[in-house]
């Protein structure tokens, strides 16, 4: 999957909105869904590179950015299993409304995608 095929999703995701958000809120978050919400946000709180996620495709290898951390990070020992693990876990955050395209490779957490990111901080303290 591409870029482009992310934006549709999420687009569609954000344009359907509560249709889609009700199927997707039915299932479990994935752990790595969890994961990638909860780095994008510090504290609970979405600023300037928090609440983004970037998708990049570089030579040294695929990664997502949420927040200030990368997924798979330096010391994955399978980093493109993990690539992939992380990818499908971003597909279904956008496909559950979560996040939406921003520009070029910028994507950004909605506001239902914000609540649950906190939601799931404020848990992670407990």
């Known amino acids: 999957m591409v870029i482009s095929d992310l934006i549709s999703i ?3 995701a954000v344009d359907v ?3 889609v958000y ?4 039915k299932r479990k978050l994935s752990e790595a869904e969890k994961e990638l919400l909860i780095a994008a946000v ?9 609440g983004e996620f970037y998708v990049m495709h570089l030579n040294e290898g695929d990664f997502i950015r949420a927040g200030n951390k ?6 994955s020992k399978d980093p493109v299993y993990d690539f992939e693990r992380y990818f499908e876990a971003f597909e279904g955050l956008c496909k559950r ?3 939406r395209y921003d520009s070029g490779s910028l994507f950004r957490l909605t506001s239902i995608g914000l609540e649950k990111a906190r939601e799931l901080v404020r848990k992670s303290k407990k």
Not at 22 to 25: F, M, S, T, V, W
Not at 42 to 50: I, L, M, Q, S
Not at 70 to 75: A, G, I, Q, R, V
């Open 10 to 12: 999420c687009k569609l």
């Open 17 to 19: 909105g509560n249709k």
């Open 22 to 25: 009700e199927e997707y809120k």
């Open 42 to 50: 510090k504290d609970g709180v979405a600023t300037a590179k928090y």
């Open 70 to 75: 990368n997924f798979p990070d330096d010391e």
């Open 97 to 99: 409304g979560y996040i």
